[in-house]
Every structure is written in structure tokens, then in C-alpha cells.
């Protein structure tokens, strides 16, 4: 079935601006127009663009590869792909692809597109993902895999690729930042999110804070690697209906600060206010339960958590 030229640009991770360029460019376009204008892309179009698009990320100059594109797709059956020149980069095809054959069609071309460094495809795939499903399944299924794929060939290549994780995690924390629409003011205190001391990885509570943000629930987001003495500084000042501690690694993990934290009051004299402590991250695994403490497994399980507490908190429950 013909696909427009929007579901086209998710599938192959450039942006319908580029699609429209190499049709106008170099002759790429599709072999049906419906209506005369609206463009419909059958498989053999898309076959060539997919050949365009791993050529322009293994590094081919555009007018070649498109080139080399249509050629390969009018080959005689058995010899396509032969006449495609490849740079010599002391490493097979297969080492600068990125297209996990496990994650979503939204996560192969959000990947293609960080391959190439293409950051206004990769903004505007991201951006595209969250309005269609939503922070956390933007998150859960389309981010969270697309990283952990560019963080495997980066870690499989000899540190290649280095560039694309960090700019995809630029993005994916401007496509999340984005979305946080400012929250309603009401009684409860906000949720505090922060990293342990040591902790630097913030994309997870960053997606939390959005997550929040679209249940317009009042948040403040202290970011990576808080000290202890300024979290609960905080905690004091803002007397929040849940704290939230991120920890990556075991090592940065600590009990004893998210003990502190849990054991902060405010308040009058008989009417004195803990938060509820949210132990987040893979850090925390193992021996790490503790009493009133809880670690949700998934981000929609800690929204639920969060707007539980804040509820409670508004309706002077929590105590």
C-alpha cells in the first residue's frame, strides 16, 4: 500500500522537508501523485530511499548516493546493491547500521537519523512521537530503545558513534523539556526530582518531570548530582508531597541520604509533614527496599505513585 510522505519520513527518520528536497534535487520521487499533488509512495520508492539513506549515513556525498540508489534499484535482479560505492572506513556495512529489528518503525528511522546527525529529523521525529502517544509511551517505547541501541553500537565500535548518543540525548531532553506545560498552583507541595550526589544520568527524571507536567502537577526539578546538605535544604524549604531519587549505579545509590530525606519534617507542632520517598533507577536494585520507600518498575507505575501522594497531600492525608 502507497505511503504518504509523512509516514514515509518516520519510517526512514529524515524530515518530510528533506523528501521533498531529494525529489526535487535528484529526480527521488514518488511514482504516484494522487490527486496530482498529494505524493504516495509505493515499495519500490521506498526501496530506493532506504538505499539513499544508508549510503548518506555509511558517509556518500548526496548526488552520489542517490545516484547510486536508482541504479541499484534498476539493476537486474541479483546484482543490486553491487554498483553502490562505499567509503573506505576499515569496516563492514553492517558496522554503521543502526536498525535494531526489535524496537518500533519510530525507533529505527529516529535512529537513522541520529546516525547521520541529522538533528532537525531527529527533532522533528521526537517531537512527532510525544504528540502521537504521549510522554510515557514516547518515553517507554520509542526513546528509551532508540538510546539503548545508539548505546550499543557505541560500545560495540571501539567508542564510534559517541557524537550520536550525545546528540540524540541532546534532543530527547529538548523534545521532553518541551512538553512540560506549567503546572496548575494548588495546596499540596510540589514533587522534588533529584539525582543522588555522583549521579549524572537525568534523561529518566526528566521524562518523570514531563510525565507530571502533563498531569499538572507541580514539580521542581534539581537536575544531576544534587549534594545532600542542598536536597534537604530543600526538602525543608518546600515541604513537597514526594521526593523523588534517581541513581543510575549501585555506587551512588545511598540509603542513608534517602533515610534522611524520608525522616525530614515541617510544619506546626502536632501537625508535622513527611514526603514520600520514590526511590528511581537501577541503583536501588537489591537490598535497597526499605519501609515507606517504594520503587515503582516503570514510569507510568511511578506517575501513579506521585499523583497518589500529591492527592493525598491536597486533601491533608499525608502525615
Not at 6 to 34: E, F, H, M, N, Q
Not at 73 to 98: F, N, V
Not at 136 to 160: C, F, I
Not at 241 to 264: E, I
Amino acid at each position: 500500500m502507497p505511503l504518504t510522505t509523512g509516514a514515509l519520513a518516520r519510517r526512514l527518520g529524515v524530515s518530510p522537508t528533506t523528501l521533498r528536497s531529494w525529489d526535487r534535487r535528484y529526480g527521488i520521487g514518488p511514482a504516484v501523485r494522487a490527486d496530482g499533488r498529494h505524493r504516495r509512495w509505493t515499495p519500490q520508492d521506498v526501496a530506493v530511499l532506504e538505499e539513499m539513506c544508508r549510503l548518506t549515513s555509511s558517509g556518500v556525498p548526496s548526488a552520489e548516493a542517490a545516484r547510486a540508489a536508482r541504479e541499484t534499484a534498476e539493476a537486474p535482479p541479483g546484482t543490486a546493491g553491487t554498483t553502490a560505492r562505499q567509503p573506505d572506513r576499515g569496516s563492514s556495512h553492517e558496522a554503521g547500521a543502526l536498525s535494531p529489528a526489535d524496537v518500533r518503525q519510530e525507533c529505527r528511522g529516529l535512529a537513522r537519523a541520529a546516525v547521520r546527525l541529522d538533528a532537525p529529523a531527529v527533532e522533528e521525529l521526537l517531537t512527532a512521537a510525544v504528540e502521537q502517544y504521549g510522554i510515557t509511551v514516547a518515553w517507554q517505547e520509542v526513546m528509551v530503545p532508540t538510546l539503548h541501541a545508539v548505546g550499543r553500537k557505541w560500545l560495540s565500535s571501539g567508542d564510534r558513534y559517541v557524537e550520536v548518543e550525545h546528540l540524540l540525548s541532546w534532543h530527547v531532553s529538548t523534545a521532553l523539556r518541551r512538553r512540560t506545560p506549567p503546572p496548575e498552583r494548588q495546596g499540596a507541595g510540589p514533587v522534588v526530582l533529584a539525582c543522588v550526589p555522583g549521579e549524572q544520568h537525568t534523561l529518566p527524571i526528566e521524562a518523570l518531570n514531563a510525565g507530571l507536567g502533563e498531569l499538572r502537577l507541580p514539580t521542581r526539578m534539581f537536575g544531576a548530582a544534587v549534594p545532600a546538605e542542598a536536597l534537604a535544604a530543600a526538602v525543608r524549604r518546600l515541604g513537597p508531597s514526594a521526593v523523588v531519587l534517581w541513581a543510575q549505579a549501585r555506587s551512588t545509590a545511598s540509603l542513608p541520604l534517602a533515610r534522611h530525606v524520608a525522616d525530614t519534617q515541617w510544619g506546626v507542632t502536632g501537625a508535622r509533614r513527611r514526603p514520600l520517598v520514590v526511590l528511581g533507577g537501577p541503583g536501588w536494585s537489591g537490598p535497597s527496599a526499605e519501609r515507606g520507600m517504594l520503587r515503582p518498575p516503570s514510569l507510568q507505575h511511578a506517575l501513579d505513585i506521585l499523583s497518589a501522594a500529591y492527592r493525598e497531600g491536597a486533601s491533608g492525608e499525608v502525615s
